[in-house]
Each structure stands twice: as structure tokens, then as C-alpha cells.
């Protein structure tokens, strides 16, 4: 990798952070967030202003630009990566150490007194401007919102914003038709004695719609707002997607309906000024609901008074509640990614010693499985294949420069998921294609006790994920291990595969409740630094619980694993598990062989089941 | 219990609402918190505001009293008692309740427009003022401190503010001198850029002077406030306490010190007129250290631009960590104090069949044996002392009228604590003077493998203590049980059995990190309503836990009984234990056999050591 040149790119900005024509008086910094204008985790490569004015193309940083400086913000993930992606323009800010300074307050240290810090008001969220433009305005300086994207007027050959087709989804995918959603969105407002609801964040567009996209790459969302009020349905959006007979048919675009759910198509770019309208027009207590997240133009055409805004919207909380028809489809989902994966680890394992597969052909190949499957759209996320020390980068993708060849001496970390028209799926599992050392197998067995104790929780109605996250790390802990990372995060039904508002992870607390339906993953892990990577993943739906009592009539709620994969029982020291833990394994097993085992035959992949009945092969007596 | 009659109070009290000697505008509404200017959890008599008011004495409340209503806010464990002892002038606000109001919102919905708020500012901490005035000014209403406490100007019959003598500590108890302990406060407030250091609960202001004292009720505090800067020491403080040559002589008072650590004595009073001095004289960059839940008094005392405000202080941190004198001295105590609950327990085996031991009778009998011990002070926190249906009231605490009687055939809970000069105590055992039913023993087993996977948890260095709550619930949990309190909180050394800034709760995730040498209480437990409540409460001192691997160097922790009094083992359904369990149980009954029983050896206490022997018999293998 060698750094972006940046000399020219920084020299144009700053001319533009003065001039008349882009900004109404000159901005003495300009900051350069990393999301788009729904704050989505993925975006678009038009949206990839801060990777164009820095080279550092991570999925996370900052960049502020200011007379003298350039300055990156990001977090221990990225520290080598956008070392070797910055030229010397750049100052590395790295999050999470002592001596960091916040973005505001690095500001501060280096502003002639009274600037203005510029930005877009459609890139930050509405919350963390109140927090800067707080700390900005008592040291003396604005944060002031600039209208045109300053990096867009000097991105001469910035690609254009996709427009792809939209996929329509019929009940038997959705389980409920985007009016019944609506109607169920606007109970909700009721209750909260609120008349207009806007949704900014794409996902929540496409599953309000039940339609799907592909602007934006694993990812099945399109550029979107809608505004909902109790009488009227507004989305905005751009393109000649209206024009398909399919979507027109499946909104009911031409069909007599009752006016509450007559579907009004404005242009993606008139969302602000609908909004101001809808602001300017607002009578006492109409109030208006938007998520905190959402920007701060949008976010401002409220006039405060009449702003609800909460951390979770409605619409994230019900879309987190898979109902049968979803929990269905990522059931057949995950069988047939089993299928997949089935083949593939059949196929390395027959390849691997032959010394002719990279961690680029691996990945190749399991999207090649993938894409056999029915429904196939897309991977879900960019796979994650590394083998020996690459294993330990935790978000490695493999690249020419490091692709690495499998090999019997070292363990394989495969991290990966598809987009099936039916479900998402995210799986990870830890292989060895040799004979494992003691010290792996130690190291896996209480990465799998993790997994397991998370698994196999019984735990209360209304527990909070986070609660459930040092069950996953117990077993490591004993032994003074750990890993840095959460335990689990929520997965969309066909649609992004990290979505909350539950998740399992020490870091988060502002996680809803756990109910029956919602679907998380439950990934522990543990990684030695230059040797190698261990993951255990399972996506799992959370279910009602059996139990011999009930306290307070509350109910209990677990686990019911939705992957069905084998996990490489050569990996695991069986005297390690307790009989419990040996119990969960061979059970999983052999619901891997009965689900999975039946699809295979089906599909006529005989081989492939062949491996699957040895790979689930009864544990070994716990001695 | 007989409500309290409050019609004139109240109506006497509406009447200074509206005089112009007491208020500067009449106030529509006037708050009385429960706290006190230290916001203490424990207060004196003469604080006691709220049930002087209402009649409602339970430790958590809030009233509120409008020229026509009079409402109190208390939470889940109170709402029974604050009904029975309020008359009907009183509306209940029950807190937790989804219907109930917030304080803020209730003003709002009963106050007449641009209304006066008003409350002491000294009782009101910042925090909570600044979120309170927010909403009501927001609602076009005004909160307004009113300086002369409304209460204390109808209190005709007011208990004085206590001013007891002082205690003195040596090294031998503290450790550290008090001029030690401010050289290492004055480096925190030279790293963070602070000049001045404002103490305000009582427990820091003992703990930084290595002092004690009596004022408040199981409390080894006194009233006193500090103002630390980088060269002088104050001490505000009432009444002949200097006067005693003792004291004198600790603090050096007489003597020709180094200037910083000369001590200006002032009255209590003067706080706020030294604290705006200070506040109207410091130079830009000066900044002023305080709790974020000091009084707003004392906060608006030094302007905004001036104050730097942190949830713990420096003190609340440095005193959390025991060093070794005080560690050591924790541990005598607990011996001590061990050596009373056998004596208690072995007195209560023999009596209990008889039929004459009471909740008050044994709660006494526990409080003479422990006074029995040298350097004991005082109890810690009232004796909860229960029986059978009382046992699930979780702060129970007995009075004549729901005094009940030991028997044969009921559970007993004993949750109690002393003060002893070289340390706190608070343990919980739960005694069957019978034969238990297998119920009983199940539930019991349940709560002793959470209290056990607490006790002997291994965890990293910076862990948080909430994220160790989860252990102490998952026997429970996987049977449908559960109980609605924390696990664990922090314990002064001769100081509140109550402290931050650690703890064990799924409550709290502002909590410090763990790290050796804090003592917290590890006390899981299980309440059937009606029938039994059963808690097992240990002290435990955080300890560095030898681990086989050490991940990225961290180090890691374990905790260390430091309670050592036998759990009853009838009471243990030994299948129900896994092997682990079973040694830990039979290694901390060894602990309390040798360590506890050498001491009742050397006490001459030949009975009570024959009980303890008994107690501590090595459990039947699993079978």
C-alpha cells in the first residue's frame, strides 16, 4: 500500500473552505465524517468523501481539515492501515489512547480565535453536533453547517449515487404488507401523541416498503427517506425505480386506496424542504419523531419545541422482532448457507494440502457455493478469510499484498455471510487442516465453552443483551485470556447484517430488552498476535424458555442456534467441556446432520454430506 | 402504624411559601429531597425534613407540596409503608410504575403558569437541579433556591445538628498519614489542572483527615466540609471539637508546620461565603474540583467557565482501594465479628426451639455479642433480623408490630454489621433451626452457586464490577428464578457499609473499575413473597488472581472472603453442586475453622467454638 497524495487535493479544499460561492463566510476547518446522510455503517462509494480527501479508507474516521492541519481520527482497528494509507499531510489521531485529544478539543488547541468550523449538516448526526458545537461555541468558535459538501466540489470524478432496480417482497417473505407496518407505525405514534414520523435510516425505508435495493454493496437498502403522518405517506426517491410495474403494483401506486395509505413519490432531494413545510406548518403539541441519530439538517426543519427524538425508533425496534414468515426464511436461509459450507470445507480440505489455495481463492470459492443456492443475492459482508497470523487481525479482508496460502500448519478463520432473498446469514468458524496443537485446541475449547454458555443462557424476559456478555468470556478469563471485541451484535431479515437496537457486548448499554424473535449473533473469540485467529459464530434466534419455575410469572427466554455448520470437533480438548458442554455439542451436531444432512441429499451433494455426517460424529467421552 | 396528621404542618407550611421574610417571591411549589447538604445516604434527626413533613420515614423519597397538593415520590420497596404513614393530604407517586409522573412532569401538569419553584439549594445536588430547572423552565416556569430551609422554619421542635467528639486514627489504622493523603490529592489535582479541591461528602472528609466521628447514625462521620487548594487547607467544622487536645495534636493544629499543610479551621457555616470568595478570585485557567453531585449551592458558588466536575472525585477513588493497614484491619474486624455470629448462632440453636427469640430479641442478642469485641463502635446499618414472610421483605427491619418469633419450622435471615475501629462489617447467613424442605434447599443451593461464582470469578484488570453480576444469577436464572436487587456494593474501612465508586449490579454502569485492594459485598439472594427470603453476604476484598496465560499482559482478578462465618450446610442440596463448588464450600469452611477458631480458642469462647467445628464439617460427596 503506499499513502494518497494529497498536497493538490488539501490545497483545493482549503481555497474552496474560503470561497464565497461554496460558503457564506470562510470556515477555518472543515470536518469530514465518515458516514452518509442516513448515518449508515456501509456506504455507497460516492459517499466515501473522507477515504477521497485522505486516502485512509476504513470503516471508520474523521477527518478534519484546517488552515495548517490535517488530522485523522480512528480507532485501534485502523491505526497501521491509515499510517500507510495517509501521506505526510497527515497527523494520525489515535482514538482510545491517553494522550488523544478529542476532535473538539485538538480544535480548540489549534484555532485562531472566533472561527468557523464547517460542515455538512446531512453527514453529522443531529447528537454529536450538540455535543461539538457545544464545546466550540464556550472556547469562542462556531460550527456552522455548509450547505454544498466541500469535498464534492473538488471530486471531480466522484461516481454518481447508484439508482439500482428495487426487489419487491411478497408476504410470504415479509410475513405483514407495508400497510399493516404502517398501521402499526402510527399506533405507535398515538401512543407517544406524536403526528409525524421521518425515517432516515435506509434499512428502515426498505423494510417499512417491504422492497429491497442494491445501492449500496451488501447491503440490500436504496437511497431513501419516507415521512409518515397519520393521514399521509410521503418517500423520497429518485430514479425511474417508480417507473417498474412491480414496485407500482406492490406500493399500490395506482390503485384507488384510502387516502391514509396513498404512497405520495417526491425526489430523494426535496426531503428538506417537505420537512421545513412540514415544520413551518406544525400546530401546538404536533410533534415530530426522529431518531437522535439522524442529521442535523433534518433534524433542524423541526423547530425544537415540536422534536421527539429517541435513541431507537419504532420502526428499528419492530423490524428487531422477526415474525414467523422472517423467522422462517432465515431458517431456510441458513440451511442452505450450511449447504455452502458444507461444500467448501469438503473442497479445502481436499485442496488446502496441495499448498494451491489462498485466502482470496477460499473466499472465492465460498461465494461460488453460496451463489449455487436459491435466492442468492449477495454476500452480506466482505468475507473475512485469514489463515495463521492474518486470523488475528480482527476485521482482515484479504488483499493481493496479503493474501496468505492455507496450509496443514496453521489455523484457517473463515467470517462470512450472504444476502439470500429470504435471509441473512453471518457465519464464522475456525478450521485446521493438519493436526492442531495442544495449545489451540485449549485456546478453541474455551472459545467454544463461550459460545455454548452464551448459547445455552436461560435468562429472564426483559434482560438486555449486554448482560449476557461475560458468560462468553468466563471460561477465557479462567485462564487469563480474552478478546477485545463484542460478543454479538442483531442481524436483519434480507437486509443489513448488523442492526440493532439489541446486540451482546460489554461496550453498549443502551441495548433494548431481548425478546422472543429477535435474532443476534453469538461470536466469541480470541486472537494471539502473530499467530493466529479463533471464532466460534453462530446466528441465533432468541426463543421462550422451558423452566421448573417462573419467578414473578416474567418467562424465560434462550437461545435457539439458526446456523447450522459443524464446528471442527478435532479442534476441541473434550476434557476440557463439561459433560453439559459435550451434551450441546453432539445435540447441535446432530441437528446439523438431520436439517442440513436432508438438504444436501436433496440437492444431490453427496460428498459434501459425506463430510458432514464425519464432521458430526459424536464427541468422545468427556474421560 | 397510625399515618401522621400533617393538615396544619402543611398548611403552615403553604404559609412561608408565600412570606416574604423566608422567600424572596412567594413559591407555588417547594421540593424537600431526602438528603442532606452532604448527600449522605444515612442523616441525622435534624435532617429527617421529609418524614418530618409527611410522616413517611423510609431512607429514598421525595416530596413536593403546591398550594393544593401534597405528593411523595418513593420507589418499589416503600410504596406499603409511606401509604401507611402518610394521611390522606398525601398522594403517593409510585416510582418505577409506568403511569407515574416524574417530578418535572407533575409540576408541570398541576402548576399554574410561570410559576416559582422552589427548594434548598444546599439539599438539591447540581445534577439533579440542573436537569429539574431544564424541564420547568422549558415548561415556563421558574426553579428557585430559596436560602432559609422552609422546613426547619415550621420545625418548632427540631433536633439540633449533632457535633459529637471526634475519633482520632493512627497509622496503624489509616496506613497513611492525612498529609500524605493530601500530597497524593494535590498531584491528581495538579494532573488534571485543578487548583482548588472541594470535599464534600462526610465519609471523604473523615477519610482525607483520618478522622471519625458520630454524628450521623451508623456513620462514623461528622458534619465538616474541606476546601483543599495547592498551598492551604480548610477545614469547616462546628462546635468545641478542635478544642480537644487529641485532635489538636493530629492535625498538627499547635504546631509549626510547612505553610500547605497548615490548617484553617472555620465555622460549618462559612463554606459558601469562603466557597465565593474563592470562586470571585480565581485568574482564568483556574479551575475548581467538585462532585457532580455537590449541592447546587455549593456549585454555583464558583462560575461555570471555573468548575470541573467528575462523577467520583479523587477521594471517593483513593479511598475505595484499601492499602494494607487497612486491609489487615478489615480482616480483624471480620474475625471479630465472626466470632460474635458464632456465639449468635450457637445461642440461637439452643433458644429457638424454646420459642421465646424474636426478630428484636436476636438482632439485640447479635448487637451485645459483637459489642463484646474490642474496638467495637457501633452497628454498621440497622440489624435486618427476619423470619419466615418477613425474610422477603428485603430492607426489613423489625418493630413491635411485626415482630415475629423464631421457630423450628421457618427460615431466618440476619443481615447485620458493626463498626469496629479497624473495620466494617456486613454479612447476611440464612439459618434453618429445623429440617428445611427440599424447596428451601434448592433455592438456597441456587443463591450459594451465584454467591460462589462471584467469590470465585477470575477477571481481567479493569474489569467493571457490572459486569459480574450476570454469575450470581445464572443458577437462578436457569430455573426461572431471579432477585430484584444488585449483587454487591462498595464497604468503607470504619467508614459507610454503603461506598462508591464500585460495586456489583446490573444497575450501575458508571461504576469504577475492580482493582486489588477495594471490598465489596457479594450477597445474591432469593425472596419468595410471603413465605421466605434467603441471602448469602460476604465482604470480599478484590485480590490479583494467578492465571496459566496472561493476555496482552493484563493481569487479573480474583476477590477473597473476607468474611469468614460457616454457610449452614443443612441447608445445602450437595447435588445440586458441581464439583468446584463443593471444594470452594469446604475450603472457605476450613478458613473459617482455622482462622475463626483459633480466635474463640484465644476468647475462651469453648462453646461457641464446638458450634463452629460442627458447622464447618467438610460436605458428603457429590453423589
Redesign the interface.
Known amino acids: 500500500m503506499s499513502p494518497k497524495i494529497t498536497t493538490e487535493l488539501l490545497k483545493h479544499l482549503r481555497q474552496v473552505m474560503k470561497n464565497p460561492r461554496y460558503v457564506q463566510e470562510p470556515v477555518q476547518a472543515y470536518i469530514v465524517p465518515s458516514g452518509d446522510a442516513h448515518q449508515s455503517e456501509y456506504i455507497a462509494p460516492c459517499d466515501c468523501r473522507r477515504a477521497f480527501i485522505s486516502g485512509f479508507d476504513g470503516s471508520a474516521g474523521t477527518a478534519i481539515v484546517t488552515e495548517q492541519h490535517a488530522a485523522m481520527w480512528t480507532d485501534g482497528r485502523y491505526f497501521l492501515q491509515a499510517a500507510h494509507q495517509m501521506d505526510s499531510n497527515w497527523t494520525l489521531m489515535k482514538m482510545g489512547l491517553k494522550d488523544t485529544p478529542t476532535q473538539e478539543d485538538w480544535l480548540v488547541s489549534v484555532l485562531p480565535e472566533g472561527s468557523k468550523v464547517g460542515v455538512d449538516p446531512f453527514i453529522i448526526p443531529a447528537d454529536q453536533w450538540k455535543r461539538m458545537s457545544k464545546v466550540l461555541r ?1 472556547a469562542g468558535h462556531d460550527l456552522v453547517p455548509v450547505k454544498e459538501n466541500l469535498i464534492d466540489t473538488i471530486w471531480t470524478d466522484c461516481p454518481q449515487r447508484p439508482c439500482k432496480p428495487l426487489i419487491t417482497l411478497d408476504l410470504s417473505y415479509t410475513g405483514v404488507s407495508w400497510r399493516d407496518k404502517i398501521v402499526a407505525l402510527r399506533s405507535k405514534m398515538a401512543e407517544r401523541k406524536v403526528m409525524w414520523f421521518v425515517v432516515t435510516a435506509l434499512d428502515e425505508v426498505a423494510w417499512l416498503f417491504n422492497l429491497r435495493g442494491s445501492d449500496v454493496e451488501y447491503n440490500p437498502v436504496f437511497f431513501a427517506y419516507a415521512v409518515i403522518g397519520m393521514n399521509t405517506i410521503r418517500l423520497f426517491i429518485d430514479g425511474d425505480r417508480m417507473m417498474d410495474p412491480a414496485v407500482r403494483e406492490h406500493l399500490q401506486l395506482d390503485s384507488t386506496l384510502e387516502p391514509e395509505f396513498k404512497i405520495q413519490v417526491l425526489p430523494y432531494g426535496s426531503i428538506l424542504s417537505e420537512l421545513q413545510a412540514v415544520g413551518a406548518g406544525l400546530s401546538p403539541k404536533e410533534k415530530v419523531w426522529l431518531s437522535d441519530k439522524a442529521s442535523y439538517a433534518l433534524t433542524e426543519a423541526i423547530p425544537k ?1 415540536y422534536r421527539y427524538l429517541t435513541p431507537y425508533t419504532p420502526i428499528c425496534i419492530a423490524k428487531a422482532v422477526k415474525n414467523p414468515a422472517e423467522t422462517e426464511g432465515m431458517r431456510r436461509a441458513h440451511i442452505k448457507d450450511a449447504v455452502a459450507l458444507c461444500e467448501l470445507f469438503n473442497w479445502l480440505e481436499k485442496e488446502v494440502p496441495k499448498g494451491t489455495v489462498t485466502e482470496i481463492v477460499a473466499a472465492d470459492k465460498a461465494e461460488e457455493f453460496r451463489s449455487q443456492q436459491k435466492d442468492f443475492v449477495e454476500l452480506s459482508f466482505a468475507t473475512i478469510s485469514s489463515t495463521g497470523p492474518n486470523g488475528a487481525i480482527i476485521h482482515y479482508k484479504p488483499v493481493p499484498e496479503t493474501n496468505r496460502t492455507l496450509s496443514v500448519n496453521e489455523i484457517y478463520l473463515l467470517d462470512s455471510g450472504a444476502q439470500y432473498k429470504d435471509g441473512t446469514t453471518d457465519v464464522t468458524r475456525t478450521m485446521h487442516f493438519g493436526t492442531p496443537s495442544a495449545y489451540e485446541k485449549e485456546c478453541f475449547t474455551y472459545v467454544l465453552k463461550g459460545h455454548i454458555a452464551v448459547s445455552a ?4 424476559n426483559g434482560t438486555k443483551g449486554h ?5 462468553a468470556r ?1 471460561a ?7 478478546y477485545l471485541h463484542g460478543t454479538g451484535h442483531g442481524v436483519g431479515s434480507f437486509l443489513n447484517v448488523h442492526e440493532g437496537p439489541c446486540g451482546i457486548s ?1 461496550k453498549t ?1 443502551a441495548d433494548e430488552p431481548l425478546e422472543a424473535g429477535m435474532i443476534v449473533t453469538d461470536e466469541p473469540g480470541y486472537y494471539e498476535d502473530g499467530s493466529f485467529g479463533i471464532r466460534i459464530e453462530n446466528v441465533v434466534l432468541v426463543i421462550p424458555a422451558e ?6 410469572n ?1 418467562g ?1 427466554l434462550t437461545f435457539e442456534p439458526l446456523t447450522l455448520v459443524p464446528i471442527q470437533t478435532k479442534m476441541i480438548d473434550v476434557n476440557l467441556l ?1 459433560e453439559k458442554e459435550r451434551n450441546w455439542v453432539n445435540e447441535y451436531h446432530q441437528q446439523c446432520r438431520e436439517v442440513v444432512g436432508a438438504e444436501l441429499e436433496r440437492q444431490g451433494r453427496h460428498e459434501a454430506l459425506r463430510w458432514l455426517l464425519r464432521e458430526t460424529e459424536p464427541l468422545a467421552p468427556v474421560q
Do not use: E, Q, V
Not at 477465557?476 to 480474552?482: Q, S
Not at 423452566?547 to 414473578?552: A, C, G, L
Open positions: 464556550s419545541a443462557a436461560i435468562f429472564p448482560l449476557l456478555d461475560s458468560f468466563s477465557l478469563w479462567d485462564c487469563g485470556l480474552d460489554y448499554f423452566t421448573k419455575y417462573n419467578f414473578k416474567r424465560s463439561t
